[in-house]
């Protein structure tokens, strides 16, 4: 009854919701399978700076540094300084977890020199994205208050662009993942049960990404559901 009544006002608070339930269970995941697996050590004895940096070298890309960085899971490619930085829990350990997800980072790096088409169009997308983000709410509450559902429209057209963001990086990371899981496998010959546990902990750091494209989905089925209702 009560998800109807939902419903009946606007069928994005729903999709929103499940985001929400999806996102938590997401993080919750990928937590206990980064605990999990940052306790079992890889069969070749690498850490992840060593993985990431085998990676890197293997295309040619000796120019990208490696760097060490506070935080838990806090590793990312940074493509203005072309610098992988990769979190303490990584970094050094040779654990399942850590070659996975410096592997991953390391994909990053491969494709933004190979100029992944995907890549590219997410890194053209990020000036408009972060304005359709800051200005949506102005946009609404502006709308809403002076009855100007232009207002909501042109805020509804902005945040597109972060709808389309998000929709774009799960190519991206999905890219990354099936790249790192490869390397893995067949270049590096990694045991089975070292790449099934990579594959374990690479799909459940996904569902994070999923949770948040859907939530951007409800996100834009409300405003324009709300903006037609005006």
Do not use: C
């Not at 605990?35 to 079992?40: I, L």
């Not at 203005?80 to 040779?94: E, H």
């Not at 809403?144 to 709808?163: D, E, K, P, Q, W």
């Amino acid at each position: 009854m009560l998800f109807q009544m939902m419903y009946d006002m606007n069928p994005g608070i729903l999709v929103i919701i499940a985001a929400f339930i999806l996102g938590m269970i997401a993080r919750s995941r990928v937590n206990s399978t980064f605990n999990k697996y940052s306790k079992v050590r890889n069969g070749l004895g690498l850490t992840g700076a060593s993985m990431a940096r085998s990676i890197l070298d293997n295309y040619g890309l000796a120019n990208i540094g490696i760097e060490q960085v506070q935080g838990k899971l806090t590793d990312h490619y940074d493509p203005r300084s072309k610098t992988l930085r990769l979190s303490s829990g990584v970094y050094a350990s040779d654990s399942v977890a850590a070659i996975g997800i410096a592997a991953h980072e390391a994909g990053h790096a491969v494709q933004h020199a190979m100029g992944y088409s995907p890549l590219k169009f997410r890194t053209a997308l990020v000036p408009v994205a972060n304005l359709g983000s800051q200005m949506l709410f102005p946009l609404l509450l502006g709308g809403f208050f002076f009855r100007m559902t232009n207002l909501i429209y042109i805020g509804v057209a902005l945040y597109s662009a972060a709808l389309l963001f998000q929709l774009v990086t799960l190519p991206v990371e999905f890219n990354a993942s099936a790249r790192a899981v490869s390397w893995l496998e067949k270049e590096r010959g990694f045991p089975p049960s070292d790449v099934a546990g990579v594959k374990k902990v690479l799909t459940a750091a996904a569902l994070t990404y999923v949770a948040s494209a859907l939530a951007a989905i409800g996100q834009m089925l409300w405003l324009l559901l709300a903006g037609r209702r005006r």
